[in-house]
């Protein structure tokens, strides 16, 4: 497979990496450029047929209803044009104007060149990755699942499917670029060369993290979204008037982009339209309930992107109009500045790499809790401001130390009270009910890392023994073998769905506290795997030294994980209840250690409102008022937590399921956001529940 180092070589020829005007070049258009390949949700022998019949009726002007169907020379389409307007204007062939779709010049000129070419030429200079994924298929033959894992590597994606990457080459395929050779490689045809040796591609290295003095030049605002900035700079108050309100943008896996999604929501009312219209057509396009659309709309007012003209009638405010316009990110950035707290300043946190953590904590001076700050963080990625230097940690791009060098920027201010529940941040160690055992194999793991002699037995044996310990206390089966010629330890589980998997742990101690390539055999490693017919692979060792470790892991799928991650899983497991079927993540690459984070960060969340629930009920008691899930979202969406109207829902429904003498219901309702509870008999409740507990923990 093409390693990133070929795609850097493939960039060099266009453009000199030292140079830094073109660098600059290259991060404008970066970020000028859609981050999403258009989908027409058709087959793809329709792709390229389609585009044409639809622009011709385009310059034809029988695009003036965007709600209509267009009828196509095969049928009436299931699709709006207000639907077909999204993928178009990525490829910027079309454009909005009161509601009537009308051709741009480059829509134009493919009437005039009805030809694959003139439309891949067009779609490499307006989809970000298109002309990229083109230049590794001259290189050499690949398969989809090759060139995705060049692109996520090389560019620092977060794409956890080769979605993303079908697409574009998709669209490659279809429009000759290129063809299908054998063992599911593609290779660029000669049409695709010829189009690649006109490209201006975007390189990696145009990408990476700031370095000293380096000078970015940041795309002029637009005059509507600079007059926002202007006042939030010399209005007295203005920084403090900003939001705090809850984030929340569709983000399937089908479009994962949420900055994308969020456009496409926006621009839906670039002409007025009516509220159950609009929300209708959020849930419609990206699979949602309504009350998920429902829970949105108030984040796109409070982001200053959508105003409610008249009664039930909204419209894109004029700086989200401009923003549709210029179709870049970085406008959308500095709108969300304009009208929410702690967006350039996130920035700013970050001017060196910092765990997330550290942004999650510095977020709460401003009033934002963690759920909104990972919003505001995975924005601040999509639009190439900040970046992630490891599953855990981020910071900020040579082109958001440029950015917010423009931007108002507030001081943070330390809360009197905290109100957040603490909850877990990364793998954090979390408080057990039994600190004593946990606490013995986490000193014990972190111990024997560094001390190969521990335990008087073989060199690394005790370090060996404490993995073992540490995956059967959180529920593995696990068998010891550490003898030559095998692995160390063989884990088993079964998965959600019961299906049994496997996975080989080889540990790593050494005095020196680091591992690097030369202290593993990888040769070695996949005999043992064979010999074990392991599905997955993982070193456990104090810390990894070096890239060239790390690009083998990845190469062979090998999981990393240090011993003080092990560790602090093995809290999190006791204190959270994971399952091996949870925990089991961590052996999936690249990215498993980070989706169990994700996966603790959650339940830890269920917590905390269920705890913040329970609060509320008792306080409401006093008063004998009986309350609803909606009455807690709305007194309660000040809070650092803010839980959502859906995570309410589910809160109820789990203390029905616990135990219904949690609440009580006082009130049904046909909607169940508005059904009224009062607080139950918690404390019997909770005693038999921990009763429960306790005789099914005698009786393993």
Request: contains cysteine.
């Amino acid at each position: 497979m093409m390693k990133p180092d070929h795609i850097r070589a493939a960039s060099s020829r266009q453009v000199t990496t030292s140079d830094v005007t073109s660098l600059a070049i290259q991060r404008n258009k970066w970020m000028c450029q859609a981050s999403s390949a258009p989908n027409l949700v058709c087959g793809k022998d329709d792709m390229f047929p389609h585009t044409l019949e639809l622009i011709r009726m385009i310059g034809n002007g029988e695009a003036v209803d965007l709600d209509a169907h267009p009828i196509l020379s095969s049928g009436e389409s299931s699709r709006t044009w207000r639907q077909y307007s999204y993928a178009l204007g990525q490829m910027g062939l079309i454009q909005n104007r009161r509601g009537v779709l009308r051709l741009t010049s480059d829509g134009s000129e493919l009437l005039a060149d009805e030809s694959p070419s003139r439309l891949a030429s067009l779609m490499a200079d307006r989809i970000r990755l298109f002309a990229e994924v083109l230049g590794l298929l001259t290189r050499e033959p690949m398969t989809v699942e090759e060139v995705n894992a060049a692109l996520v590597e090389s560019y620092n994606l977060d794409w956890k499917t080769v979605n993303n990457t079908r697409l574009r080459m998709t669209w490659l395929e279809v429009l000759g670029m290129v063809e299908w050779l054998g063992e599911r490689k593609q290779s660029a045809t000669p049409d695709g060369r010829k189009l690649y040796s006109t490209c201006d591609i975007v390189t990696p290295s145009a990408l990476v993290v700031h370095e000293s003095g380096e000078v970015i030049d940041i795309p002029k605002a637009p005059e509507e979204i600079a007059a926002l900035l202007e006042q939030l700079a010399t209005n007295k108050g203005a920084h403090e008037a900003r939001k705090t309100y809850n984030i929340w943008v569709p983000s399937p896996k089908e479009d994962p982009n949420k900055i994308e999604n969020l456009r496409t929501c926006i621009a839906a009312a670039a002409d007025q339209i009516e509220k159950d219209a609009l929300l209708k057509f959020i849930a419609e396009r990206f699979g949602l309930k309504r009350s998920s659309a429902d829970s949105m709309l108030p984040f796109m007012r409070a982001a200053g992107l959508l105003q409610e003209v008249r009664r039930g009638v909204f419209s894109a405010t004029p700086a989200a109009k401009a923003w549709l316009e210029s179709g870049s990110d970085i406008d959308f950035i500095r709108i969300l500045h304009a009208n929410m707290k702690f967006v350039g300043e996130l920035v700013r946190t970050v001017k060196i790499t910092a765990p997330r953590s550290d942004v999650y904590r510095e977020g709460i001076k401003y009033g934002l809790n963690k759920e909104k700050v990972r919003w505001l963080t995975a924005f601040m990625i999509e639009s190439g401001l900040i970046v992630e230097t490891s599953w855990s940690s981020v910071q900020a791009t040579a082109t958001g130390l440029s950015l917010i060098e423009t931007l108002p920027l507030a001081e943070p201010r330390t809360p009197e009270v905290t109100t957040e529940l603490e909850s877990a941040p990364e793998l954090t160690a979390q408080e057990s009910s039994e600190p004593d055992e946990v606490s013995l194999i986490m000193e014990s793991l972190i111990r024997t890392s560094v001390d190969p002699s521990a335990g008087n037995g073989s060199p690394g044996t005790a370090f060996e023994g404490c993995i073992e310990d540490a995956f059967r206390y959180m529920g593995f089966r696990t068998q010891r073998i550490s003898g030559p010629g095998d692995t160390d330890i063989f884990v088993q589980w079964s998965d959600s769905s019961g299906s049994l998997r496997t996975a080989i742990v080889d540990g790593k101690s050494t005095s020196s506290g680091r591992v690097s390539h030369s202290n593993v055999s990888d040769v070695a490693i996949d005999m043992h795997k064979e010999k074990r017919s392991a599905e997955y692979v993982a070193i456990v060792a104090p810390t990894f030294s070096g890239n060239t470790i790390k690009n083998i892991a990845q190469k062979k799928q090998w999981a990393l994980i240090t011993a003080d991650e092990l560790s602090q899983v093995v809290s999190s497991s006791e204190a959270l209840g994971l399952r091996p079927a949870d925990v089991g993540i961590l052996f999936e690459v690249p990215d498993g250690l980070s989706r169990l984070a994700g996966l603790i960060e959650a339940r830890q969340r269920e917590l905390d409102i269920l705890t913040l629930v329970i609060s509320r009920l008792k306080f409401e008691s006093e008063t004998e008022e009986a309350v609803s899930a909606r009455d807690i979202s709305l007194i309660e969406r000040g809070s650092q937590l803010a839980p959502n109207i859906d995570e309410l829902l589910e809160t109820f429904r789990l203390f029905d399921h616990f135990d219904s003498d949690i609440v009580r219901s006082i009130e049904d309702a046909p909607d169940p956001r508005y059904a009224t509870y009062r607080i139950g008999d918690v404390r019997p409740a909770a005693k038999r529940l921990r009763a429960l507990a306790a005789a099914i923990e005698r009786g393993l």
